[in-house]
């Protein structure tokens, strides 16, 4: 099966252990991993980490890391994916270069990916969490037409759940 998304302007490719060092560059950037891993920095080996599961994940069950890049231009416009939310089931997440930002990439990039995993991937759910204070994300997250579930502890504070049903 061939796992790449296309959108109106975007294509979402599965990584490969060739895409470390881009991944690194982009995942270590202090305004993208601000929301995304509570401003930790990731290591060279949790990225390859991440990578290697996302690769036994697409081939096991059609998910994992995608990144995203323009359709007219090949830079890297950032990353999306599928990924585990303890036992609950599958959150989409993403992250994307500051210069991408206010474009509508986001909302089109997890909307690929939401729509990939409750068309062919056929879960009944999506999930979605988002850390309070991060607005940007509350307004993707709702305009993939995800409604709130619960409210639970983070590292930082507050965290909203989200789902969409199919």
Do not use: C
């Not at 690929?112 to 309070?132: C, F, K, R």
């Not at 502890?153 to 965290?159: F, K, S, V």
């Amino acid at each position: 099966m061939d796992h790449v998304l296309t959108t109106e302007r975007l294509i979402l490719r599965p990584v490969t252990v060739h895409d470390h060092a881009e991944l690194m560059a982009h995942w270590t950037g202090a305004d993208v991993r601000r929301f995304l891993f509570d401003g930790a920095v990731l290591s060279p080996a949790e990225i390859t980490g991440a990578i290697e599961d996302s690769v036994r994940d697409f081939a096991a069950g059609g998910y994992g890391l995608w990144l995203i890049r323009g359709k007219e231009a090949a830079d890297l416009v950032g990353a999306a994916g599928l990924r585990p939310l303890e036992q609950l089931g599958l959150e989409v997440f993403y992250s994307l270069e500051p210069g991408a930002w206010g474009k509508g990439y986001a909302t089109e990039a997890a909307g690929a990916v939401v729509e990939h995993a409750l068309g062919p991937l056929g879960l009944p759910e999506v999930l979605a969490e988002v850390d309070e204070g991060n607005a940007a994300s509350v307004a993707v997250v709702e305009r993939l037409g995800m409604a709130p579930f619960a409210v639970v502890p983070g590292l930082l504070g507050p965290m909203t759940r989200y789902r969409r049903t199919r």
